[in-house]
């Protein structure tokens, strides 16, 4: 039973483009959700995260929305550069544990 | 400062053989997690650490994996004996527990196990 999901295990996207990635969950006490990149043979490296008190965050050229009603947020990238080619893992922390539930991650190719 | 460091980064072996994996975290995080990620999945929590007590080893399979964290700082993951399904990315993380916010973990390279 997955907690994160984000349905979409590939995403193609020009240079300059705009690069959507979605994901969806179904536990209403996560309180903070985060998206991590990865490379690869390497860890998954912070990108940006959101609190769920907020519907939107800006980090430069990454942008994370959330819809608390649908359980969905979504991670925009503009202009996306080639550089930006990798895994993205959308993750979710709440509850007692704290730890950290990840989706099965998006592959980004951005072309030239 | 220095990142999340795992070793050995890859690890062959045959079945039913031990591995061990090592994890220094970064310098004052008192947190540190294992996560096993298989191939086209997402990391999944096996154990997690606040200083040297697991508070969370719920997802660890406890008849063949063990792990400890002498002094609360290193750790070692070992799988005894280690089976063909054990393949995987074995990830090291670790944070700091501090006020109420998002939970950012940092994660090393990985250790990357092929059981033949």
């Known amino acids: 039973d997955q907690q994160v999901k984000q349905n979409s295990p590939s995403l193609s996207v020009q240079e300059g483009r705009i690069s959507i990635l979605n994901c969806d969950y179904t536990n209403s006490m996560f309180d903070y959700f985060l998206w991590y990149k990865k490379y690869p043979a390497e860890g998954p490296t912070f990108l940006i995260s959101?609190?769920?008190?907020?519907d939107k965050n800006e980090d430069g050229r990454f942008t994370v929305f959330l819809n608390k009603s649908a359980k969905h947020l979504s991670l925009h990238i503009v202009p996306s550069q080639p550089g930006d080619s990798a895994v993205y893992f959308c993750?979710?922390?709440?509850?007692?544990?704290?730890?950290?539930?990840f989706g099965k991650g998006t592959k980004l190719s951005v072309k030239p | 400062e220095a990142g999340v460091v795992q070793s050995p980064r890859y690890k062959i072996i045959e079945k039913k053989q031990p591995v061990a994996f090592w994890c220094n975290p970064i310098s004052g995080h008192n947190t540190l997690y294992w996560y096993r990620q298989n191939l086209g999945q997402g990391p999944e929590l096996l154990i997690r650490?606040?200083?040297?007590?697991?508070?969370?080893d719920s997802q660890l399979p406890k008849d063949r994996f063990s792990a400890e964290r002498l002094k609360g700082v290193d750790s070692t993951l070992k799988i005894q004996p280690a089976e063909l399904g054990d393949s995987a990315v074995y990830l090291c993380?670790?944070?700091?527990?501090?006020?109420?916010?998002?939970?950012?973990?940092?994660f090393g390279a990985g250790s990357r196990l092929t059981v033949l």
């Open positions: 650490y606040e200083n040297e007590e697991a508070v969370d």
């Open positions: 959101i609190s769920s008190i907020k």
């Open positions: 993750a979710a922390n709440g509850g007692s544990q704290g730890n950290l539930i």
């Open positions: 993380a670790s944070s700091w527990t501090g006020p109420p916010g998002a939970n950012v973990l940092t």
